[in-house]
């Protein structure tokens, strides 16, 4: 009896052993190469230092959001196999940066302690894949922005931003590719924002 426990448990962590690599392998996104840029012309005359995005406790992970409107849309759920590289508001950020570098003239910081005409702060208030219906859905994304002159630490300008892109499948593939179409149609409205805000040097 005794040596027959003894192979009982053998097998039994043996079963256990095995059981989570059979768990299936979560797939992991990013918002893949930059898209290609409608102009090359440096329309951004100032220079910006870019703080970042900024996110609530509960945007600030890498799980895959997604909400259901038509039952619980104060719910905020998540795909249990898929999830982001890196948290939303570190992908929009670095989305961000490599955008405003392209179209600034003035050249674009990062972080803070740096002398420059203009600082760029962000803040994400929503980032998720929304379900009208169980057939329908879209990415929605909600970032407010804020422009302040360092030179007289004034408020030049402040936004907020609501981009919606509808998702071609009811998953989170659908939904991955409707926020990165959502997050590049941002990346070009905050270019042409702070373009028209800082129309020239602060002195």
């Known amino acids: 009896?005794?040596?027959?426990s003894v192979v009982l448990l053998g097998l039994l962590l043996s079963a256990c052993a095995?059981?989570?690599s059979n768990r299936e392998t979560p797939m992991v996104f990013d918002f893949g190469p930059p898209v290609a840029q409608?102009?090359?012309?440096?329309i951004i005359r100032a220079s910006v230092v870019l703080q970042g995005f900024t996110a609530p406790a509960w945007l600030d992970t890498m799980a895959l959001g997604y909400r259901l409107a038509y039952q619980e849309p104060a719910r905020q759920r998540a795909y249990a196999n898929s999830r982001w590289a890196?948290?939303?508001a570190a992908l929009l950020t670095q989305r961000l940066r490599a955008r405003l570098a392209a179209a600034s003239e003035g050249g674009v910081i990062a972080g803070g302690g740096v002398r420059a005409d203009y600082l760029l702060q962000l803040e994400l208030d929503e980032f998720s894949h929304v379900f009208d219906t169980t057939e329908r859905s879209r990415g929605v994304l909600v970032v407010r922005a804020t422009l302040v002159s360092q030179a007289r630490h004034a408020l030049i300008a402040q936004r907020t931003f609501t981009i919606e892109r509808n998702a071609e499948s009811a998953d989170a593939i659908g939904g991955v590719h409707a926020l990165v179409a959502a997050s590049d149609a941002l990346m070009e409205a905050l270019v042409a924002w702070t373009a028209a805000a800082a129309a020239a040097p602060t002195r």
């Not at 009896?1 to 027959?4: E, G, N, P, S, V």
């Open 38 to 42: 409608t102009t090359e012309a440096k």
């Open 1 to 4: 009896m005794k040596k027959l």
């Open 18 to 20: 095995v059981g989570p």
């Open 86 to 88: 890196g948290t939303p």
